[in-house]
């Protein structure tokens, strides 16, 4: 049995920009109650479950075009956390959008969930960007993508192999 994950929300355009939501990993929930449903019978079902992971983003987020032209004035910021993701709206336009960009990163780096920026290249960018004070330090939408990605599977990997 295959669990692939995909939990993070398709959509946020109900959190407004400069926000931070925290949804839940429900796929991580899916995962752990099937580990537990068949150690609680006696059974070995751990060799039998296995867990695919789609990364940080949504699992149509492949089906999005990468061309820079337009698209929304904003993008995400993504930390995953042992039950949730943090997900952090962030403007890529206007006056004071990379401070606005810091000032998230800063949530999430503040927040008890952050291992430091030694865990990942991707917490070693947050890290950068909530301590940075220039525009350039602040990324773009594929940097936040990236570093999300990046302390995602670092994350999950680790978990992994808590796990079993």
Do not use: N
């Not at 929930?29 to 039998?48: C, F, K, N, R, T």
């Not at 061309?67 to 995953?80: A, E, H, I, N, V």
């Not at 780096?109 to 004070?133: I, K, M, N």
């Amino acid at each position: 049995m295959v669990v692939l994950a995909g939990s993070v929300p398709r959509v946020v355009t109900d959190l407004a920009v400069g926000e931070m939501t925290e949804p839940h990993r429900f796929d991580w929930d899916i995962w752990h109650m099937m580990l537990h449903a068949g150690a609680s019978a006696g059974e070995a079902v751990v060799p039998l479950v296995t867990y695919g992971d789609y990364g940080a983003q949504h699992t149509r987020g492949a089906d999005q075009s990468t061309d820079r032209r337009g698209g929304q004035p904003w993008g995400l910021l993504r930390y995953t956390t042992e039950r949730t993701f943090l997900l952090a709206k962030a403007a890529t336009v206007g006056e004071e959008w990379a401070a606005g960009i810091r000032s998230l990163a800063r949530q999430i780096v503040e927040t008890q969930d952050y291992r430091g920026a030694r865990f990942s290249d991707g917490d070693c960018w947050l890290d950068r960007c909530a301590r940075g004070t220039s525009k350039a330090a602040t990324g773009d939408a594929e940097a936040w993508l990236q570093a999300g990605h990046s302390q995602h599977m670092t994350y999950v990997v680790g978990q992994l192999r808590e796990a079993g």
